[in-house]
Each structure stands twice: as structure tokens, then as C-alpha cells.
RNA sequence: GCUGAGGUGCCGGAGCGGUCAAUCGGAGCAGACUGUAAAUCUGCCGCCCGACAGGGCUACGUAGGUUCAAAUCCUACCCUCAGCA
């Protein structure tokens, strides 16, 4: 991987660079749209291109399920597998130790049990532990079928390379919100110590003749306390690893206690590695992201949304509308029955040029596919697109300018 | 015309003397969703008053009746559907 920073914003700490793999070079800042199982739901390649996507995120524990890493590297990588030939990320596995752990139950580092919580209870949930967390990894029962699988770092990095993605993820242990002090170093440290042999199996695989030009993350965790971000953030730095991520943020914190770990981080990173910010974000979180100088961050936001009836939106349309939160539009509620204007004004997208809301809230109410492939469509194009002017903002010197345009105040 | 089954809230469909303004679906109305166990989940969903607690009213084809009490029992009528003529 090379990475270049090509201009830095004067006020801020933004910053357009290039991102050159094997498989195309990414501009940031990019917004990496997620999609778990090789795809980005609801859109082909060919939607992707069109849109002007960059790379996206798939994940190290769904296709290790399903269908397998040994088959996508059998069929010749998941580039091959997918028809997508530009850059890939993957991420670890890591925050499925979050997120299928997540609910009433008890984390477990050795004989220490600490006690989580998360709000939400979501059905789909059974009751049954999903994960059980060790020093030497973690142990998963299939969501999908309940057998038994083991994910360590080892592992998760042999994974990612037999799926051949050009950035990986080092297995992190994602702590979920609000956590101790105590338990967030306790995890932090062995977040560190599966980093340090994530980067020492990659080394080893790295020399197989196989291989193509496949790059590592070091992730950072530490939670919301600002001793533990920093150390965490010196260690990962320290790793050499390609670039770095910031993990363990979005998982219940308010805003501004996100804002503040990107705050507390900054200073101890190298300014020559990309920075990507993990699961971020919302149109305000994407500012607030670029000007602490994050290049990349994927979400699933555009993505679900889309599936559940709500649209992204400039914060300009969403006032007009009255949206009860800012840059959403539920397409489906019946003031859109008979609006034949598109999602959004100021939007380029072939949906926005060539649908109207009324159309669009029809397919919602009739549970048509093709209202999920068109908000989906729309929804990536619209952030792609902002990253697009994000970039564009930085180069001129107008990013400041551009972050209050797109203000959700007032 | 005879025989049988049935008529419940926007729709489908439970309930078969009190705990029924009525289970459960669907539709409808709104909300949530941030490294995807998510095309998912949550709330509301007869009318009126109340911020809430709660209170009042009208309701289970229609009209009567039995009972302290009826969507639930009885009688008549009206209407559907199935089979036979």
C-alpha cells in the first residue's frame, strides 16, 4: 500500500490523500459502504461503479460461515467470487464478539466477570450466550446453525487473506457501552496483544507466493477514557501495521463522547498511515469524523436504512420536510402519497433524476424489492457523493464552508 | 324450498355467561436503527376527556327476552355460504 496526503485543511485536520492498492486507489476521505456477505445489500457491482464506490467493507466471520474461506479462495479470491475488481476491506470478526455477545449476558476475561449492558433488547436474540471470550480468542456458536467455530487472530488474519481483501482488520475485542474503566484496560490490553499476533501472522502469510498485496489495520479500542485511548492509540501506532482504525465507538456513547476518543487519538498517529473510523457513520458524524482527520469509515446506515424506509437527506430538505430527525425521510408516511418531487432536491442520483417520492412510497407500501434496490442506490450515491465534495471542499480550502452548509444547527 | 354452517373492530379471524373495548395476524399511523444474527425491531391502532393515573360513552347482523351480569343463553326476523331439490 502506498498512501499519500496530497493537501491538508489549514483550520481543521481533514486531509485528501490516496490510498494506492493492488486492486485501484482509493481517494479519501471515502465513505466505505458495508457489505458483510460480498455485497453491499441491494446493489450490483456494476450500481456500485455507477455510484462512484471506491471500496466497501465485507466481513471475516459471515463468509467464513458461509460459504467458506477456503471456497472463495478455491474460486479465486472475493474479487473473483463478486465481480467487484477494486479495492476490498474486511473487517476481523471482531465486532461480532460485540455485537452477537451483546444483550443481558456476562463478558468474561479469565475468571473476571464483569457485568455489560446494552440497552436495546432485539428480538432475534434466543437467550443463549453466543460468544464466549478467552485470552487465546473467542468462541462463537453459528448465528446461522448454532455449531461451534473458533475465532483468533490467527485465524481471523488466515481468513482474510485466503478471501484476498486488500485491507484487513486485526481481531479486536469491540467493548460494549457503558463499560468500566477497569474492564475497558483489561480488554484493551489483549485488543493489544491479538494486534501484536494479527501483525506477526501476517508477516508469515505475507510471503506465501499466493498472496496478493494484501494490507493490515491495527485497531484501537480503550472505550471513552482518554488514558486508555491514547496508550492504545501509541501501541497500534507503534505496530507498523499499514494503517490504523478506530474501533469501539458507535456502540451506545453519545456524540460528543465519540468525538471526544477521536480528540484524544489524534496526536499519537502517524500522519503518513489512513486512518479509518469503524461503523461511523451519520451525515453529522462524517464531519465531525474528516475534520479529527479520519480518510475512511464504513456504516451500515445508507445500506439499512434503504431497507427500512428511510431515505438520506441534505439537512436543507429534511427542514423543509420537518423530518423529526434531521436528514432522514421516512418515504413511506402518507404526506408522500402524492409527491411527485424526488427524495431530494439537490440530488444527482439516477433515483433522484428519475423517480418521484410518490412512486418510491408506493413500492415501500407494496413491499416491492425494487423500492429497497432504489433507496439503497440512492442512499450510498448521496454519501459517496458528500464524500465527493468533502474532498473536493479540502482541496479548495472551502471544507470549513462546506461543514456549515451541511449543518444540522439551526 | 329443505338441510347444515355462519354473521365479531378497516380486513382476516379467536372468544362461546363475569377477569372483553374484546387474543392473534394483516392493513393503517408513527418511531428507532452507526465495523449488519436487520427487506429488522418498537409503540399506537372504537369514540370522548386526561400530561399520567384513570374516567365516561358506544359496540360483537337486527329486534326483543332470560340473568345481579350477555359477544357469549333463549325467541323472532334479516343476510351470507355449502349440499340437496
Redesign the pocket.
Known sequence: MKFKVIKKDRQTKARVGKIALAHGTIETPSFV?????AT???LSPRDLHEIGVQVF???T??LYLRPGADLIAKIGGIHKFMNWDNPIMT??????????G??KYKFKIGDEKTKVFFG?????????K?VEISEDGVEFKS??DGSKHILNPEKSIEIQHKLGSDIM???????PYPCSHEYAKLSMERTHRWATRCVRIHRKLKNKPHNLSQNLYG?I?GSIYEDLRIKSAQFIDSLNTSGI?I??????ES?KE?YQVLDFVNPYLSEDKPRHL?????I??VFAAVERGIDTM????????A????LIVSPETSRKEQ???PC?L?I????Y?EDTGPIDQNCDCYVCKNYTRAYLNHLY???E?LG?YLGTFHNVYFMTELFRKIRESILEGKFIKLKKKWSLQD
Request: aromatic residues 6%; contains cysteine.
Open positions: 459502504p458495508v457489505g458483510t456477505q453491499v445489500k441491494a467493507f465485507a466481513n466471520y459471515h473487517d476481523s470478526g471482531g465486532f461480532q464478539v460485540f455485537s452477537l451483546l444483550g436495546q433488547e432485539r428480538k432475534g436474540i434466543t437467550g443463549e453466543l448465528h446461522l482488520m486485526s481481531f479486536d475485542d469491540c467493548t485497531v479500542q482504525a474501533g469501539g465507538v458507535s456502540v451506545g456524540k465519540m469503524l461503523g461511523v457513520g451519520e453529522d458524524d464504513d456504516c451500515v446506515i445508507p445500506t439499512r436504512w431497507r427500512n424506509e428511510t423530518t423529526k430527525t432522514r421516512s413511506k408516511n402518507n404526506k402519497i407500501r407494496s413491499g424489492i429497497i
